[in-house]
DNA sequence: CCCTATTTGTTCAGTGATTGGATTAAAGGG
DNA sequence: CCCTTTAATCCAATCACTGAACAAATAGGG
């Protein structure tokens, strides 16, 4: 967990100025708190990072001071000496919100420091037919009971995240979402007199628009500890994927980096909406498949889509079961291309294709093994998201604890 | 956004002891005068970093004690005021050795801090015959000899880097290199007994191996400054792609990636070496470019196959220029895949693909238009490799002193 | 020609953060 | 009960940056 270990200095290629090496220290002591599986001592994160014992306390002393850190009991220990006071992430400091805005739900979700969800709620509609003002103001309704539900719980949230599936630029403008029929939606100027989402908290934008699957994506590495580098395939009407590497996601030179649905499967395939012939979009997309079943799916939402198909998959459908194999096949063909090109061993299986999993990983492994170079003395491991549909918006509210963990110094410094 | 973008920094999860307080700011204050299109003064050093130009006199000091650094005259300058001393990179401080092996040739390079080639040696012959062993032996002459070279110039060779047409280890393994004929070639261990390319100093070891489509890329980064962020594509007998983010390479999980080669074009293709079908080699590859033009030029050396198709082409000959059509074709399908899933904004052809370009710009300029979503509001360019087959040697040298500008303080305590 | 304004680079006391060693705290073992 | 062991803290010393004052070097104006 928390692999996002970057140091991230207020200025990237900028002067180190004296205070920098404290904010450094925070992080980086914070950090090793948050990566232990247990909670660990002054002392060993002394002995680990190379710090001095007393520069150890002296930071853990800020840390604590500001709710970041709590001391836990000693663990019963076997040995001389005395016991050490075990330090963990504080569950009482700040959260995040998760928000997420999809083609048939909206959802809000609290995650606290130690990446615990402690609250969820997610609310069934199709938003297709709804404009972009009305579906920001049902997702406030939302944000607002998720924010008394923190009060509540004594949590405050530090900022938030919302998903959406489409392109987003730096400023939080979603350009392009398709399936959601949105085109250059500027969200933080609807949101505009929503007070707990709007403007700047001490230089930091209160709330952060992001691609559905990026977030997807980092969710799945904050939920599964041990892989640093995957792909993440979401499959929903369209196809994204989130690339994680080292930990970190990749988010390409302009931020609009995983567009799986359009990489060229069949040069000579049927022609997609994107005005380029034989995308994958069209093999595996959910209509595609739908279609090859035999459904014409094009009102049924999304999540209800994937569910159908698994159903009668599971009965034992033989055109739902060909289809997904065919779509499976596809799919493995244009991530074969994508392992081969960054040298990945994992790829997940997200968003509508976490449900279809089951029948989708064996085509899918197929056609890595055949057709990766590396496969032969290092296999590719295929696995289902472990968050399903949930990976976006409990990413969301994780991204926005993790980047205070990266940077304690801003939360720190935040009421002077 | 950009929530997790990577930080460089010395000792990314590492304590930040006092010293590398010190530490960064050299890197800082020498990256800038390296960035920098004119000698900047150390006023206009500090102004820039936010350092005060105390600080900054004293990390200069150091910078020129160390000889990285050196004071030129001042530039004539209207208006009042003391004239600045500018400062730029030492042309007589360290230097990088870059080494090449490939099928047909061996290249040797120096390279000094301000990125100039001060000395550059090719030797033709076709190396598939030779075992790794003679092949390595005769590397070392050439070796020997930019070393004399570098002596007459009166510049110390910091470090060397050897590039190589396959897929190397992290200790410097070659683990395949196809079209040498080589498999788990430990070159380190060969070369154990040729002292200025063996062991390591001061903890850097003295030789690196990497792949050459990446340190290809490398050398395009440093040699066109303006595109921080591109796809290089090497064609030769295989296709190898180097990705270059932020203007820095992107090496992938275990540090393989880049086999843009395999990447599937059609799955129902003709059958690969791989064991996939319809990889990109296939259409793409040298063989196969040879195969369409009517040339069986399975015995041509590598450099000159691309030559005589590229006098072929301009001569007129029809299946030439059909054969290139293709291959510019197929290579624009895969790209656009890789540019759809990364968000990059710049093509580069190198290799053999730099001496065809002219043939192939075109149609993989017509598939990128055609297929990569955001084409259509911020275009993809493409162009020829600036360097051209000289892109890996010089690229490996550069890495050298790249590598001592990005850390300057490993150089500076080297012999304390 | 001299004087002033202006910009550059250096010197020096002051401060913040880390260091290393000594000290106190809290256990277990003989 | 004392000694050993490990944890955490205290304190003087050190290192690097800060800020302000100062010296150097030049252009421009009277």
């Known amino acids: 967990m928390w692999h996002c270990q970057a140091v991230t200095s207020a200025n990237i290629a900028g002067a180190v100025r004296q205070g ?180 700047t908290v001490d230089g930091v934008p209160a709330l952060t628009v992001d691609n559905e699957a990026n977030l997807a994506a980092l969710g799945e590495l904050h939920a599964v500890p041990g892989t640093s580098s995957f792909l993440h395939v979401s499959g929903e009407i369209g196809i994204g994927a989130g690339i994680v590497l080292d930990g970190t996601l990749f988010r390409g030179a302009r931020g609009w980096s995983g567009e799986l649905g359009h990489v060229p499967v069949d040069p000579a395939g049927p022609g997609c909406r994107c005005g380029g012939r034989g995308c994958l979009e069209t093999y595996a997309g959910q209509e595609a498949i739908l279609g090859a079943a035999g459904l014409s799916g094009a009102d049924l939402p999304a999540d209800t889509a994937a569910r159908r198909l698994a159903d009668l998959a599971a009965a034992g459908d033989p055109a739902t079961r060909a289809a997904l194999r065919a779509a499976g096949t596809a799919l493995g063909v244009a991530v074969a291309g994508v392992v081969n090109l960054l040298d990945l061993d994992t790829v997940v299986l997200g968003g509508g294709y976490a449900t279809l999993a089951r029948w989708l990983r064996p085509p899918v492994a197929t056609e890595l093994t055949a057709r990766v170079l590396t496969a032969a003395w290092s296999p590719v491991s295929v696995r289902a998201a472990a968050l399903g549909a949930e990976s976006a918006v409990v990413g969301g509210a994780g991204a926005v604890v993790r980047q205070i963990v990266a940077r304690p110094s801003g939360w720190l410094g935040r009421r002077q």
Do not use: K
């Open 20 to 199: 920098s090496l404290r904010e450094l220290n925070l992080a980086v002591v914070l950090g090793r708190i948050a990566a232990a599986d247990r909670p660990p001592s002054r002392a060993a994160i002394a002995a680990d990072t190379g710090l001095t014992r007393a520069t150890v306390s002296a930071v853990v002393d800020d840390l604590i001071a500001g709710r970041l850190v709590a001391e836990v009991d000693p663990e019963p220990r076997t040995g001389a000496g005395r016991p050490a006071r075990g330090l963990r992430l504080a569950a009482d400091g700040p959260a995040g919100l998760g928000l997420e805005i999809n083609v048939d739900y909206l959802a809000a979700c609290v995650v606290d420091l130690t990446g615990t969800v402690r609250h969820h709620e997610v609310c069934r509609a199709d938003l297709r037919p709804v404009s972009p003002t009305e579906a920001l103001a049902r997702l406030v309704e939302l944000a607002g009971r998720a924010r008394a539900a923190a009060d509540r719980l004594g949590i405050t949230l530090a900022g938030a995240t919302l998903a959406v599936p489409g392109l987003v630029d730096a400023h939080g403008l979603v350009r392009l979402a398709p399936n959601l029929g949105w085109r250059d939606v500027d969200v933080p100027a609807l949101l505009a007199g929503h007070p707990p989402l709007t403007g």
